[in-house]
């Protein structure tokens, strides 16, 4: 008798830190916070590529009378539509994210397994915690392209209107889009804290390690 096929390409728990790329969750926090950081690389990278040019359009054909800021009549159609769509964005993405966390370490909290003692950011995590690590990679990916989007948009408004003044919530986005990146020592700190406040044990356990 044959053995069933097997997917050659999925990761291992066997494997330290999992496969980044397989498409299976990280099985360690040093592999969750890699794959975060080059996601949070990608969008910042996009995003200042696409304000480059467009700032490069804008300036290349901008009448030499006009100010590169200009919060004037005439600029306040296109900074109006612009300033509120991102802080629209701003306030679902803060929103959002709060939502699915909270439901992120309830369910996490309800699961009773242990994680390894000492933590450390290459220690192989039970399957609650990955799934936790996955849940989070997702509500923070939801922020981050919450920010992105209004901050394209205004990268347009900026080339129409030939009007620096766009790159406000442009900068803003992308501090925001950083600010959401999980390291792990960041998730590490997330972990600990959500399981101590759940198990009084672990975090005795924790602290004599």
């Given at each position: ?31 969750s916070?890699?794959?975060q ?24 054909d ?67 915690a ?53 390291t ?5 700190h ?5 399981k ?10 924790q602290?004599r390690?």
């Amino acid at each position: 008798m044959t053995d069933p096929a097997q997917n050659p390409y999925a990761a291992s728990t066997n494997t330290p830190g999992g496969s980044a790329f397989s498409g299976s969750t990280p099985t360690t926090l040093k592999a969750s916070g890699m794959v975060q950081s080059i996601i949070t690389f990608g969008l910042i990278g996009g995003l200042v590529m696409i304000t480059a040019v467009m700032t490069f359009m804008a300036l290349s054909d901008r009448d030499q009378q006009q100010s590169l800021f200009r919060f004037d009549a005439d600029a306040m159609l296109f900074l109006g539509i612009g300033y509120l769509v991102f802080l629209g964005s701003a306030i679902a993405a803060v929103a959002v994210r709060g939502i699915m966390k909270s439901q992120a370490i309830r369910q996490f909290q309800s699961a009773d397994e242990p994680l390894p003692v000492p933590l450390e950011i290459d220690s192989p995590l039970p399957p609650s915690a990955q799934t936790f690590l996955g849940s989070v990679a997702t509500y923070s990916l939801v922020g981050q392209a919450l920010m992105e989007g209004p901050a394209v948009i205004n990268a347009v408004f900026l080339m129409i209107g030939n009007n620096l003044a766009h790159l406000i919530p442009i900068v803003i986005a992308v501090i925001g889009i950083a600010l959401q990146c999980n390291t792990p020592a960041r998730l590490k700190h997330l972990v600990e804290s959500v399981k101590q406040a759940t198990s009084p044990s672990h975090a005795a356990l924790q602290q004599r390690s």
